[in-house]
Nanobody, 112 residues
Framework: QVQLVESGGGLVQAGGSLRLSCVAS????????MSWYRQTPGNQRELVAS???????NYGDSVKGRFTISRDNAKNTVYLQMNRLKPEDTAVYYC??????WGQGTQVTVAA
């Protein structure tokens, strides 16, 4: 079983940066694809970024060139560096190790 705890969310001005962290407990972290999703009220969760166990990355179109996902398998941690934030990036951000493993989410609010 995998448990995930996100941190690093908060309030930031447009154009600013935040770094989210997700620490995984349990086994097999290094073998799993890790992803960040985000969700706004009334909408489905959308993929922000994912990283394979070997470091291959994939990004949603709206964040390409601004966000960077990375992982540290020794620390069981995945990161999301978010730069040049926009108000439309405001959402609850979730870390996942694949169904059914989701974190509790962390709020990111970008003020105009």
């Amino acid at each position: 079983q995998v448990q995930l705890v996100e941190s690093g969310g908060g309030l930031v001005q447009a154009g600013g940066s935040l770094r989210l962290s997700c620490v995984a407990s349990g086994t097999m972290f290094s073998g799993r694809v890790m992803s960040w999703y985000r969700q706004t009220p009334g909408n489905q969760r959308e993929l922000v970024a994912s990283v394979s166990r070997t470091g291959y990355t994939n990004y949603g179109d709206s964040v390409k060139g601004r966000f960077t996902i990375s992982r540290d398998n020794a620390k069981n941690t995945v990161y999301l560096q978010m730069n040049r934030l926009k108000p439309e990036d405001t959402a609850v951000y979730y870390c996942t190790a694949g169904y059914p493993y989701w974190g509790q989410g962390t709020q990111v609010t970008v003020a105009a």
